[in-house]
């Protein structure tokens, strides 16, 4: 295979990866649906337990660290080591600070008993709310789901971080030149769609119901 | 060509490196082939143990074998077994492995490495399946139906569903890298409308293990970890729906059955014009109608829900749709019959299995009609109608197909030939002993007898002792080629390039091939099955 | 037929038969089908077997055949959708005045409860020639409610009722099964449908020891637990009022319109909150872990004796709330 068809079949292997992991979030997406449309209140109510400037600001970081990635491919279509460097770190930062305010995030939850589980506790959101009816057991459905969802989207980070700290390393080592920096693209195209299922996640999990209760 | 008695050791993929470590880190797709044929095979006996046991324990009403417990994870890790670690990686890890790179032309895989990684993904998840059968088993029913499987268990539950979630990866790898090597890998003059039907067929079924796959992913996921931390989405006392889990679960599963008859209908589609000598009837409809089962196959899913709750309006939506999905499979079996219309037919091994298949799976195939009409199924589901209606088209249809590729194909692979009398012996006895063993079940079905029991009323007894009889003669079938195939590496006659006088690239190369495959990538000018140019053996005096 | 050989089991009630009929469609088609495609392979191997000098004719395809046999079998299966579908739907259509007997699945047994109080345990006494009516819960996992004879077969779920019909057509003792797997004794969760003429089964039913009828112990219930303090009869209450409300459209705060069937009520008992009656409040405390599945049952019975015509209940004071 000579380089343009390796990297052709790279890119095509890449997204019908992506396609796969599609359908993997889908699953989940369409459980969240429906019980979302079953369980609207006890829905509304966790989505008002999660910080909004927590889940903003980890929002705005991944537009930013998408912005470093494609700033980053382009570098190495010129040849630019030292900035494709600069750039596959800087996304680093961004994935790690990222991780950083979701496990402050998730901490939260676990202080506030909203962690699944034997300890969990929605008597906050019952006691908040008492113009609508939350049963309990429909709240810890909404938070299954959350940390179900925004845990794999964690663990998918987690290996996004993984395949950048490669890219960086190999980067230096300036084994990408402009005839050749495949796995600069494809891992681009993965960190890319990492960043979309949040941008699903985000409005999703987080800004069910914002608006003041009636 | 001189007569091939005189072993001449020329180097081939098979003895161009020596040792564990070359097999273990092979990336020639054609070692990793191999692999997964050693893997799947001891699986296919590990599960095909199990279903004599549970034979051996149906031989009487009562339950007198095994403790009821015990029935009800052989019963479960029958199904999980067979369907995971053999049926589903069968015939495109194994075949489709070593011929797809082939038969388009290309020296392999379009990511041998990832290919590598597939095989050792579907070890791992072995061996944990393998950890759990043997340290006390897993009796959810391979459906894992919740809330059992999540809340009442006290079975190997998680154990069991990471070890499909992790084989389930080595099938997503799989399908990956064949529609990456068929859309980007072709050979130079090698078009769509000229790729052999067994590429089309492969290609369909890796879109259904591509999308499919992940969702059961997920489900399974889901149902691991609602058991570890109590969680309620399959259970109605948290909150939660157990027809969820039904629907996510069947929208994979369904599909599943493709990914394990498609193939098989590839192998075929290759074996009948070759053993007809003339090519296929209607080209372009068999390959469209693998592309439309493959499509049709993700509408239906709900059809194995009739009686479980689903409304009565989406009922009637997935009987028709099943309905729709049957007529790709009965135009791909008028083609095949048609081939054989004014052709110059041989009896090898190889097309008696086709043969055999195309009337097993006919019958499996008509008993799907039988299922889909929805006043038909309320009677009929969750009794042995439908375990004999999927026994049908898994073992008659898919088993068949793959032993009829391994016999096709066993002179490429190996360079030798299987005995000729013994591999007809036994496909007849296959082939016997699989009607006798199943079609009693249809009519046990009918009569009342629901699935999954350890024990039954008496009148049903002796339906099953000829059910029972039929599997003792499809086990000594099953053995047999085990037998030979071993025999034949060692002691069998030596085949040259093309001993059936098939078309296909794969067939232009020696056997074994070279490593590379090919010494040189052939260009291709030729429409596929070209039987009119190709000569029949007899034709060629070449030694057979 | 075929006493010594049974191929399906004897037809007991007014749907078997038709059940029967595309049955024995069906195994015509397939068995004409299978014949044909079999005698046609054969016929082609011996016909057209290899023989020196004699080649094979190099066929394309014929799009014509193609297209027929495409739309022929689309056609025969549209058909046999048909079918299959009206008799579903009657399958699942109860008529209006069935008798209703309450199931309650659990493992591994199954819990009948008769209108009239009898309780049965793996079996069920019935009349010939009445529609019957099961509404059916299962107090752990999924089971099944299968009777052969019936043709009919229904899953039975936890936290929601399912209900299945027939109407008895031949006296006679017919297996009960449990069809979908449960456990360790699944395949012990199976009993008989003793169906009775009805002067028997008049006999049958004021033998029995009952504790009175079902939704008498309902009312009881109804009582004990409190429900008249908002859901009272003779002045509006905090609460809707009950009588006549089963079987008749609901319409709720949110706008839908619902039914008032068997789980509208069970879920309105414990989830009250999911659909609020349009014109009150979401005040009603839930009673989930507070009654069991039997007494669930024993509720519904009551509150659907409310909406019969002679129903011993108070009769309504006040015109129910618009519903």
Known sequence: MDVEQQRNAASLGMWVFLGTEVMFFGGMFCAYLIYRYWYYPEFAAGSRSLDIWLGTTNTAVLICSSLTVALGVRAAQMGKRRLLVLLLLLTLVFGLAFLGIKAVEWHDKFVEHHVPGASFSAEDLIQAYPQIHIDPARTQIYFSLYFAMTGLHALHMIIGVGIFCYLTYYSWKGRYTPQYHTPVEIGGLYWHFVDIIWIYLFPLLYLIDRKPLK | MATATIPVEREHYLNTDYGIRSWLLATDHKRIALLYLVTITLFFFLGGFFALLIRLELLTPAGDLVLADTYNKLFTMHGQVMIFFFLIPSIPAVLGNFLVPMMVGARD????????????????????????????????????????????????????????????????????????????????????????????????????????????????????????????????????????????????SHPAVYIMILPAMGVVAEIIPCFSRKRIFGYSAVAMSSIAI????????????????????????????SYLVAVPSAIKVFNWTATMYKGSIHFDTPMLYAMGFIGLFTVGGLTGLFLAALGIDVHVTDTYFVIAHFHYIMVGGAVMGYLGGLHFWWPKISGRLYPEWLGKFAALTVFLGFNLTFFPQFILGYLGMPRRYWQYPPEFQVLNVLSTAGSTILAVGYVLPMIYFLWSMRYGKIADANPWGAAGLEWKTSSPPPTENFEEIPEVTWEAYNYDEIPSPEEVPVGR | MFDNFPLWPVPASSGAGNVDALFIFLVLLAGFMSLAIFTMIVMFALKYRYRPGHKAEQIEGSVPLEVTWSAVPLAIFMVIFVWGAILYFRERTPPREADAVYVVAKQWMWKLEH??????????????????????????????????????????????????????????????????????????????????????????????MTSGSLAASGQSLFQQLGCPTCHRSDVQGRGPNLVGVFGKPVELEDGRTVTADENYIRESILSPNAKIVSGFKPIMPTFQGLVSEDQLTALVAYIKSLSQPSSGAAGPATPAPRI
């Open chain 2, 109 to 252: 895989l379009a990511f041998p490495r990832i290919n590598l990684l597939s095989w050792y993904l579907l070890v791992a998840a072995g061996m944990l399946m393998l950890h759990c059968i043997f340290t006390g088993g897993v009796d959810s029913g391979w459906t894992f139906y919740t809330p059992f499987s999540t809340a009442f268990s006290n079975t190997k539950v998680i154990e069991a569903g990471l070890a499909i979630f992790i084989a389930g990866f080595s099938s997503i790898l799989t399908g990956l890298n064949f529609v990456v090597t068929i859309h980007r890998m072709r050979a130079p003059g090698l078009t769509w409308s000229r790729l052999p039907l067994f590429i089309w067929a492969h290609y369909a079924t890796s879109i259904i293990q591509l999308l499919g796959t992940p969702v059961l992913a997920i489900t399974l996921l889901l149902v691991v970890f609602e058991r570890a931390f109590h969680l309620g989405i399959f259970d109605p006392t948290r909150g939660g729906d157990p027809l969820l889990f039904q629907h996510l679960f069947w929208f994979y």
């Open chain 2, 294 to 321: 493959a499509v049709f196959g993700f509408l239906v899913w709900a059809h194995h829900m009739f009686v479980a709750g689903i409304s009565l309006y989406s009922a009637m939506i997935f009987s028709i749709l």
């Open chain 3, 115 to 208: 209108e009239q109080g009898q309780k049965e345990i793996n079996e069920l006494h019935v009349p010939v020639g009445r529609d019957i009516k099961l509404v059916m819960t299962s107090q752990d996992v999924i089971h099944s409610f299968y009777v052969p004879a019936f043709r009919i077969k229904q899953d039975v779920l936890p936290g929601r009722y399912t209900t299945v019909w027939f109407h008895p057509t031949r006296p006679g003792v017919y297996h009960l099964f449990c069809a979908e797997y449960c456990g360790t004794a699944h395949s012990g969760m199976i009993g008989q449908v003793v169906v009775l003429e009805p002067a028997q089964y008049q006999a049958w039913l004021a033998g029995g």
